[in-house]
């Protein structure tokens, strides 16, 4: 199983860009990342999905480097409505995974005014 | 379109008792997958259950179960309750695998379990 490490929590300003990265050094050749975003007494939502080089969506980029060994994910311009926990997932995306999927333990992200 | 669905949300148990949590998935996603959160641990994969068969399982105790009806909807039992099994227990459902191309998770916002 690929082990993910975040950091536990994040602050910043309304209209920065953030950028939250995951660490994941023994990821496998088909393993896929995917970020995902909770709110108290919510479910996670899903953000986005990259397995190489950057993905962009009209949330979020997310960059992931050669080696695959971390990815960080980027809200542009963020505001208050983002203060949320966000959670890195790394798994085997091929249909043939068997050992299941790894969550990072989540960073808590904190906007303020 | 509606959600997921979990059901209960919230219960409370003993020690020793066994529970069973229910999730009706959003309608044509034929993958189930249940998650354990927990303030220490935080977002555990338990299993997924794909056209009625467990395909992918996380590293939980056998008293930690499930099954999928022919109707995709699915529920999952933990028995010999524990202390430690005190959690928000989310159900998430898919088109396809969690692990294939249309596996993009939608959740449902979970049972919240206490063992007292």
């Known amino acids: 199983l690929a082990k993910t490490t975040q950091p536990i929590s994040m602050d910043s300003y309304e209209g920065q860009e953030v950028n939250i990265t995951c660490s994941h050094n023994n990821i496998a050749t088909n393993d896929y990342i995917t970020w995902y975003q909770q709110f108290p007494s919510q479910g996670p939502r899903f953000i986005i999905q990259?397995?190489?080089t950057k993905v962009t969506n009209e949330v979020a980029s997310l960059f992931i480097p050669a080696d695959r060994k971390s990815s960080t994910l980027s809200l542009p311009r963020v505001s208050l409505s983002d203060t949320a926990v966000y959670y890195c997932l790394v798994g085997d995306m091929t249909g043939g995974g068997a050992d299941g999927l790894t969550f990072g333990k989540g960073t808590h992200l904190i906007i303020q005014p | 379109k509606a959600g997921v669905t979990q059901t209960p949300r919230y219960l409370i148990k003993t020690r020793g008792q066994q529970v069973t949590l229910s999730c009706s998935p959003i309608?044509?996603?034929?993958?189930v997958s249940w998650y354990q959160q927990t303030p220490g641990q935080g977002l555990q994969f338990l299993f997924e259950y794909f056209s009625e068969t467990q395909r992918n399982k996380g590293n939980f105790p056998g008293r930690f179960s499930g099954r999928q009806f022919s109707n995709s909807r699915s529920e999952m039992n933990v028995s010999t309750l524990e202390l430690g099994d005190s959690a928000l227990y989310l159900c998430?459902?898919?088109?396809?695998?969690?692990?294939?191309?249309?596996?993009?998770?939608?959740f449902g916002e979970g049972s919240r379990l206490t063992v007292l």
């Open positions: 998430a459902s898919s088109l396809g695998l969690v692990t294939g191309k249309d596996g993009e998770l939608f």
């Open positions: 309608s044509g996603h034929r993958s």
């Open positions: 990259g397995y190489k």
